[in-house]
């Protein structure tokens, strides 16, 4: 979900408390705190050698105690944290991320909201890694993964960068 969409979302009805849903089928503690609003900017090569860029509005997200102390974050709320963040967040089109702890920090994409006036539910979703040049690695393409010839991924003198 795009930063615009996520947005519109949350002015629709923003006395509506959120609800986050994790995609294991746990939820993030209702009375979670966002304690960042942040424009995340990576550039990295891939295993194939070609450079590449990402970018994302990544909400970070914080439960300062095992026991509910009554806080509850509105949509219209988030939506004003948002609007202080304008002039760090290059772009509406930025894909919205909630970042969690539960043993590990995570990042999970927001994949849809629903809501009504009462309660506005974020469904997030799984990140996963992958293998970017699978043509040049032989991953998927028939070819072995160990093959020198590959360009990538292989033993042989021609490979590159993986690991």
């Given at each position: 979900?795009?930063?615009?969409?996520?947005?519109?979302?949350?002015?629709?009805?923003?006395?509506?408390?959120?609800?986050?849903?994790l995609?294991?089928?746990?939820s993030?503690?209702?009375?979670f705190h966002?304690?960042?609003v942040?424009?995340?900017a990576?550039?990295?090569?891939d295993?194939?050698?070609?450079?590449?860029?990402?970018?994302?509005?990544?909400?970070?997200?914080?439960?300062g105690s095992?026991?509910d102390?009554?806080?509850r974050?509105?949509a219209?709320k988030?939506?004003?944290?948002?609007?202080?963040?304008?002039?760090?967040?290059?772009?509406?089109d930025?894909?919205m991320?909630?970042?969690f702890?539960d043993?590990?920090?995570?990042?999970?994409?927001?994949?849809?909201?629903?809501?009504?006036?009462?309660?506005?539910?974020?469904q997030?979703?799984?990140?996963?890694?992958?293998?970017?040049?699978?043509?040049?690695?032989?991953?998927?393409?028939g070819?072995?993964?160990?093959?020198?010839d590959?360009g990538?991924?292989?033993?042989?003198?021609?490979?590159?960068?993986c690991g």
């Open positions: 979900m795009k930063l615009s969409e996520f947005k519109t979302h949350l002015g629709v009805h923003p006395e509506a408390q959120l609800i986050i849903s995609p294991s089928g746990g993030v503690p209702r009375h966002v304690t960042e942040g424009h995340v990576r550039k990295f090569v295993c194939g050698g070609t450079f590449r860029a990402s970018e994302s509005c990544v909400l970070q997200t914080w439960t095992d026991q102390d009554g806080h974050l509105t219209g988030l939506k004003s944290i948002l609007g202080l963040a304008h002039s760090i967040l290059p772009s509406d930025l894909p991320e909630i970042e702890e043993g590990v920090v995570s990042q999970f994409p927001v994949e849809a909201i629903s809501g009504s006036p009462l309660e506005l539910h974020l997030l979703g799984f990140k996963h890694t992958d293998c970017l040049a699978k043509d040049l690695c032989g991953v998927g393409g070819k072995d993964v160990g093959d020198a590959s990538c991924c292989g033993s042989g003198a021609g490979a590159k960068g």
